[in-house]
């Protein structure tokens, strides 16, 4: 047996200091460096709290962070995309929601974001322990490869005494006392009581018909997946809910990617839907319920003698059949965008909320990542009712061609026709006007709201970052706020007009090849916006490298990729290796310049590009 130490292979690129102007979270008050963490493996990890799949990369680190507790320090740099985002307060409060043990440097100027030359959400950079970049990956599937690499550096930097064991920074907040910490979602049930995901508490619970006083809670608390009694069930940061014909209640369990099915009368709770594992790229869209994976679900819908889910993870809508016991992908292609037309050509960007119009006739949807509220039909035709893209939200009411959001977690049939909006990043409730087509504001001073339900003439407000329900009386007329807009902060490449060179760097992790074994292993699906920007290059394909070109009359626009590459274990023994995805979408804002333009495209998907 070899017991030498791997030699260093990879790249010696000293790592750039960490800079925040928002400060650091989990530390106790204490700010960090570099040289402080010399001697333990660091991964850094941008991530922004709107985008799932950095919290799907919050839920991949939670092993590997157990597990080398001792060598390895996760970071948490948070680099906001909405305005909102950068608010410091937002940030503590998400640390909090999403679970996040780990130290998080607030970035809200995107200093080190530029730093380390990040292109998306979610990236990885792992330092070793001599403080040199080693590795990069951005998008989710990589945890694996991080956990070999971990093994290496633990090896490598302990037999050159280089590696230092012992307490990592993390110190963990004081828990507060509330009834509800951070509530999803709200259902007000037969009986006059409302039924509230308590989100960051991994339950449910009951409300009397005052919306304050506690009933029941259903769930025991803690993270897992376990069907059972009220007490001993549990989920893990469920959202979203909605009745069945039956007089059950489904939930959308949402990082248990699955279904739950709670029996009122009872408190029983049982599993209907998803196998506990997240869905990848190339796994069954439809199926057996309990055989097919889901993708974070964070809103379900009674719809046209379904159950409708509106599959966060995976920018889609999906559906569940009860007397089937069958699901299958409805809508959406699981490319991110804002795309109407035939269900199955329509692209979505992380819908997050869904509410059925009074009349039955129409599915509403409120597609967070791109600030918008849209709907689909009886007939599968999606259609946009307010909201241009990923790049543009605010707060501007009027006609909705125009009118903007940021971020809307919820939407609510009201009973004119019209729907309430949990215009969630603007702290504020909207309503959109089908008849007029117009945007106006029913209040503002909310705090995150992100659902709502209406009670008589009243509509109830869950105000998620009040860790609460506000009863509001819906009003005649609309408040009126002062008009903003904003456009996502990265700045923009300036590339040159004409030809450009596109390449996604892979590199297969140690111990793995790429999976060619059923054909291409990876894909590469290319568009932008405005369309007009591209004159070629547009369209899916195999190949990571594509020559694009972009035609000089448009000055700027956003180039949309999406990469997925697949790798197994590499050992010729093995008949049955075991098979990773890897997988990111990156919206790269491009400024075309006449003189010293990029000509050339890099995008890491893993490794390092040279």
Not at 381 to 406: E, I, K, S
């Amino acid at each position: 047996m070899n017991d030498a130490a791997p030699a260093p292979r990879r790249a010696r690129v000293r790592a750039p200091e960490l800079v925040g102007k928002g400060g650091w979270l989990n530390t106790g008050g204490t700010s960090y460096s570099l040289a402080d963490l010399r001697g333990r493996i660091v991964i850094l990890d941008f991530w922004t709290f709107c985008c799932i799949n950095c919290l799907h990369v919050l839920d991949e680190l939670r092993e590997l962070e157990e597990k080398h507790r001792d060598t390895v320090v996760i970071i948490g740099v948070h680099s906001p995309k909405f305005v909102h985002e950068a608010e410091h307060a937002a940030v503590v409060d998400a640390v909090e929601r999403y679970g996040v043990e780990h130290p998080v440097l607030d970035d809200p100027e995107l200093a080190t974001w530029k730093q380390y030359a990040v292109r998306a959400w979610p990236t990885l950079v792992v330092i070793d322990p001599e403080g040199y970049v080693v590795a990069q990956h951005a998008g989710e599937g990589h945890a694996h490869a991080l956990a070999t690499l971990v093994d290496e550096l633990e090896a490598e930097h302990g037999a050159k005494g280089t590696l230092r064991r012992g307490e990592g920074p993390y110190v963990a907040p004081e828990p507060v006392a509330t009834d509800l910490r951070f509530p999803g979602k709200a259902l007000r049930l037969p009986g006059g009581t409302f039924l509230v995901s308590d989100t960051t508490r991994h339950a449910l619970v009951e409300l009397e018909a005052d919306g304050e006083t506690v009933r029941r809670r259903i769930g025991s608390g803690e993270r897992g997946l376990r069907d059972g009694d009220a007490a001993g069930a549990r989920f893990n940061e469920p959202q979203g809910l909605a009745l069945l014909p039956d007089g059950a209640v489904v939930v959308a369990d949402t990082v248990n990617h699955a279904l739950r099915r709670v029996d009122l009368a009872s408190g029983e709770v049982s599993t209907l839907a998803g196998t506990g594992r997240q869905w990848w790229q190339g796994e069954p869209v439809a199926g057996p319920a309990r055989e097919v994976s889901l993708s974070s679900p964070w809103d379900v819908a009674w719809f046209d003698g379904k159950v409708w889910i509106a599959m966060a993870g995976v920018h889609q809508l999906w559906t569940y059949a009860p007397e089937a016991g069958t699901v299958r992908a409805a809508a959406g292609t699981t490319n991110e965008g804002l795309v109407d037309g035939p269900a199955e050509q329509a692209w979505f960007a992380q819908p997050s909320g869904l509410a059925v119009s009074l009349d039955g006739e129409r599915l509403w949807i409120a597609d967070a990542e791109t600030s918008a509220v849209r709907w689909i039909d009886r007939e599968g035709t999606v259609r946009t009712a307010v909201g241009t893209g990923l790049f543009d939200f605010g707060h501007r009411d009027g006609a909705a061609g125009q009118a903007l959001l940021q971020h809307p977690l919820g939407v609510t049939a009201l009973p004119d026709g019209s729907v309430a909006v949990a215009d969630t990043y603007n702290h504020a409730l909207r309503r959109y006007d089908p008849a007029s087509e117009e945007v106006t504001t029913l209040a503002t001073d909310l705090r995150e709201p992100s659902a709502a339900v209406v009670d008589g003439e009243e509509i109830v407000v869950v105000e998620s970052a009040r860790h609460r329900l506000t009863r509001l009386r819906l009003p005649e007329e609309a408040v009126r706020v002062e008009a903003v807009a904003h456009r996502t902060q990265r700045a923009a490449t300036e590339v040159a007009a004409g030809k450009l060179a596109l390449d996604v760097v892979f590199q297969a992790p140690t111990g793995q090849k790429l999976d060619t074994r059923y054909g291409p292993s990876t894909r590469l699906l290319v568009s932008a916006t405005p369309p007009e920007l591209l004159l070629a290059g547009e369209g899916a394909g195999t190949d990571l490298a594509r020559g694009l070109e972009l035609n000089p009359e448009i000055p700027e626009g956003v180039l949309h990729v999406s990469a997925m590459a697949a790798s197994c274990d590499d050992d010729p023994e093995n008949e049955y290796p075991a098979c990773h995805v890897h997988q990111q979408d990156w919206g790269v804002p491009v400024k075309l310049v006449a003189e010293d333009g990029e000509t050339r495209l890099a995008l890491v998907l893993a490794g390092l590009d040279g």
